[in-house]
């Protein structure tokens, strides 16, 4: 390839240069700031042994802190998965709006996008929230005891990138449960609040199968309705990845 310089050569060729290393740094600047934007935590079930046809509630949760109370901010968490076992599992989106307009929070699941929706009032930007869940079926013949390695991660992406959030996930096993997200109940914020959620239920608790609970994965049974929790990972403020505003 012949390159042919008009005007000043050696003005051209520094230019040139200084702009491909610029391009190079901001590729790379760009880079790391959406790899980092992916948050990965690793965590073990417990001694107890899952039965085929029992079915794991995972479901992880967030908390922010240093948020705005009059910006509006929108989460969401997208290219989740779950892996043990050798495999990995496809987990559900999700977004969690924080609104200067709502009187009380609330979950849907958008079951056409394969998403969580979870709408919450300013007066809750400080507690615990449920962010993510799916209801994974135990095949033939089981799960055994003590696996590890249980491997949650998600890309975290934001409107509003002033603040700090901390996530976990924890995982409970249940006798019976529904194949229809929005039948399960599930509690969207710390806090006792009306029907169904009237109680002091962990964020990610399925009202409607909550005495099916059992031992298993990282939960207790009993009064254990998401599981234990997984250690907590900090995605920093910088690390987040602006929302593309639709066109």
Known sequence: MVWTIIGDGESMIRRLFLGMASATLLFAL?????????????????????GAGSTVWVNSHMKVSGLSATAPTVINITNVTI????????????????????SSSSTSFDTANNRW?????????????????YGWTVPAPGLPKKI??????GEFLTNNPNYELDWKWAAAVYTMFSSD???????PAEGSFAAPFNNTDKPGTPEAFKTKVIK??????????????????????DEFCPIEEEQ
């Open 148 to 153: 590890a390695n249980v491997t949650w991660s």
């Open 117 to 133: 929706i979870t709408t919450v009032p300013m007066s809750l930007k400080d507690k615990l929230l449920f962010l993510s869940g």
């Open 30 to 50: 760009t880079s790391v700031a959406r790899a980092d934007a992916v948050g990965v935590i690793t965590s073990n079930f417990n001694g107890t042994a899952i």
């Open 216 to 237: 298993g994965a990282t939960g207790n049974g009993g009064t254990d309705y998401v599981g234990g929790y997984s250690s907590s990972v900090r995605v920093e403020t």
């Open 181 to 187: 997200p929005n039948a399960l109940q599930v509690k």
């Open 83 to 102: 892996a043990f076992g050798g495999h990995t599992y496809t987990m559900p989106d999700a977004t969690i709006t924080f609104s200067q307009t709502a």
